[in-house]
């Protein structure tokens, strides 16, 4: 038996998404818990359906469109058919990541294929870029946190894999 909460056990939220400069964000996903809803055109939501839990703080979370950047806010519902309005969420900035390939004597290794981790299932990396002259490749619009990257260089009789991290604060 899975139990409903009747419409008198939930609250509503209302708010605003944003970017770092304050425009709007269309179409983010604004959830607390299970329950989810997208922002409009002007980045406004309305949330219904929050269970009523008095004295606990829910975390109310936006994911922008393409699910980079992110946000936060702490609300607490504590009364039957409460509304919470004036929520503003902020999502987090995107940044650069920007990686160095050098040679086993320290000169920078250009024309180099340099690929983000992640889980685009590619055992080199994902969303791949060559060095420049000076051996950096950077990797633009990247969500806040740690990022690693992999160089793999074949050779005629071996292969060298280099890795690397850059942390991209939000």
Do not use: W, Y
């Not at 949330?47 to 607490?76: E, M, N």
């Amino acid at each position: 038996i899975i139990p409903i909460a009747s419409e008198t056990e939930l609250g509503t939220l209302t708010g605003v998404v944003r970017l770092p400069n304050n425009d709007p964000v269309k179409g983010a996903e604004v959830r607390v818990g299970t329950r989810a809803v997208l922002t409009g055109a002007d980045g406004v939501f309305l949330l219904s359906g929050v269970p009523v839990k008095p004295g606990q703080t829910q975390l109310v979370q936006a994911i922008g469109p393409g699910r980079l950047r992110t946000g936060r806010a702490d609300v607490v519902v504590s009364a039957s058919g409460q509304l919470i309005d004036g929520i503003v969420i902020t999502l987090s900035g995107l940044g650069n990541a920007t990686f160095t390939v050098k040679d086993a004597n320290g000169e920078p290794l250009p024309n180099q294929l340099v690929g983000l981790i992640g889980n685009c299932g590619n055992l080199c990396g994902c969303a791949a870029r060559t060095t420049n002259a000076l051996g950096e490749v950077t990797f633009d619009d990247v969500s806040p946190g740690t990022h690693f990257a992999k160089a793999v260089f074949v050779g005629a009789d071996f292969v060298d894999v280099a890795l690397g991290s850059a942390r991209v604060d939000g």
